[in-house]
Each structure stands twice: as structure tokens, then as C-alpha cells.
């Protein structure tokens, strides 16, 4: 009975102490401009595995400063989007092939527990978001790759929002953001992450409240995802790889 109170007091006092000098307040680092712009940047394929992401070049870009840039990548590479290499700096986060395929393995579990929650809660207001997006989809440019690219990731976050389940939602986008990452790994860099006629099927299925047919739906759709990735890298990834790891590797064998 008493557990509520302390609890309350504790995140009260903490929380002024997590305003920095530079403005930036960690309780919704998730917000900040420049978290997002590489989250976005990501999920578009703009910035690509393996990319070098420089303090400098992207304080200027987000006109910022440094310890505002150094805290936004801490922060992705807690999320496991970015990688810090010491004394080389941060790069965008490129996934192990099993964990490409575990990105996948946990993406069939999740969006089916999604998709089966969307139907059990659909109501007006949800029908009517959900057909406004499958719209949206429909009409799109495929020629404005960029924003086709981030409409599709949406349909799935979608559907997690549909389900209310607020966990399994942030899980979601996640994942989402780690399959993007895995396709263009180990994939030709720039394609979908999703084929563009897989989601009208799936949509028309959560509004004619079928479950099982939904869920298959979006288990073959997964399915379909994933035979595109193949364990080989291409020569380009390689010697990108190798650029990166080359001074680390010089490093090791001197330190041995
Ligand atoms: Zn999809």
C-alpha cells in the first residue's frame, strides 16, 4: 500500500538532474530532432550499415553541438542502431547474420501476437485509421522512394498500435528499424523492406476480422522478407568492413 508514494518522490527528484547544460533532456532523448533524424534516415536506407557517423559533420548538419550529437548516438547505440568503435568514432549499426535471422525469428512472434490484438480491438476509429493508411499505400508514388519506403515500415507499427499493447509497440518499431538494418546488410541496398502487395491482403483480412487468415497473411509476409537476405556479403560491404576495422586490427596486433 505504501509502495506508490516513495516511488512517485524518486522519479520526482531525479528527473531535474537529468537536464544537461546543453538543453538536452534524456527523458525524451526518444524525440530529440537529431535521434530522429537518424532513425528516419535509417528507415529510409539513407544511411546505410557501416556508414560513418562524425560528430562534426553532423553537429553542422543538425546545427548543434557535439555533446548534443555524442549523447544522441549514445543513446542509438544503446538501442543497438549505431555502433562506437574507440578512437574511431560511431557507425551505423551492422547486424551478425544470425542476427539478421533472429531480427526475424522474433518479428514472426511478435506481429502475429500484433495482428491477432488488432482484430480482437478493432473499432470504429481503428477501421477507419487503418483503411486511411492502406490508402495511402495505394496511391503512393513508388517513384518517391524515400517516402514509400517509410510508409511500409508504418503499416507494421500500425498494426502493433491497433493491438494497445504499449510493450509489444515499442518492441515493434524496433524491430522495424533492425530489419531495415538487416535487409540492407544483406540485401542490394535501396529495396523495400516489404513487398508493396502483401499489405493489402493483411489489411483487408484484420478488417473482415480473420484472424487465422491475418495471421497467416503476415507470417507469409515475413516469410517472403526474409528468403531475400542471403548470408553473402557482396564485395562493397566486405571491403567497407574492412576500411573500418583496418586501423582496429592494426591496433590489436600491435597491442599483442
Ligand atoms: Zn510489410
Redesign the pocket.
Known amino acids: 500500500m505504501k509502495r506508490s508514494r516513495p516511488l512517485k518522490r524518486k522519479t520526482k527528484r531525479s528527473e531535474p538532474k537529468r537536464q544537461d547544460t546543453e538543453g538536452v533532456d534524456l527523458r525524451s532523448i526518444d524525440d530529440d530532432p537529431v535521434v530522429q533524424g537518424i532513425l528516419t534516415a535509417i528507415s529510409q536506407k539513407r544511411l546505410k550499415p557501416g556508414a560513418k557517423l562524425g560528430e562534426d559533420k553532423l553537429a553542422a548538419a543538425f546545427g548543434t553541438t557535439r555533446i548534443h550529437i555524442r549523447q544522441a548516438l549514445a543513446h542509438l547505440a544503446s538501442r543497438k542502431v549505431v555502433m562506437q568503435i574507440p578512437n574511431r568514432g560511431a557507425f551505423v549499426y551492422r547486424p551478425s547474420w544470425e542476427e539478421a535471422q533472429d531480427i526475424f525469428a522474433a518479428r514472426r512472434i511478435i506481429e502475429t501476437a500484433t495482428v491477432a490484438a488488432a482484430i480482437d480491438r478493432l473499432d470504429r476509429s481503428g477501421k477507419a485509421e487503418l483503411k486511411a493508411h492502406m490508402e495511402l499505400e495505394a496511391q503512393h508514388d513508388r517513384n518517391d522512394r524515400w517516402a514509400s519506403l517509410s510508409l511500409?515500415a508504418e503499416?507494421?507499427i500500425l498494426v502493433a498500435k491497433l493491438g494497445g499493447n504499449r510493450v509489444l509497440l515499442d518492441m515493434s518499431r524496433e524491430l522495424m528499424l533492425r530489419t531495415s538494418l538487416a535487409i540492407a546488410t544483406f540485401e542490394q541496398p535501396g529495396e523495400p523492406?516489404?513487398?508493396p502487395d502483401?499489405?493489402p491482403d493483411i489489411g483487408a483480412l484484420i478488417l473482415a476480422r480473420d484472424k487465422a487468415g491475418a495471421i497467416d497473411a503476415m507470417r507469409h509476409?515475413l516469410e517472403e522478407?526474409e528468403q531475400r537476405i542471403r548470408p553473402q556479403q557482396d564485395k562493397d560491404e566486405v571491403d567497407e568492413l574492412t576500411a573500418i576495422f583496418r586501423e582496429i586490427g592494426a591496433r590489436a596486433r600491435a597491442a599483442g
Open positions: 511500409t503499416f507494421h523492406d516489404c513487398s502483401a499489405h509476409h522478407m
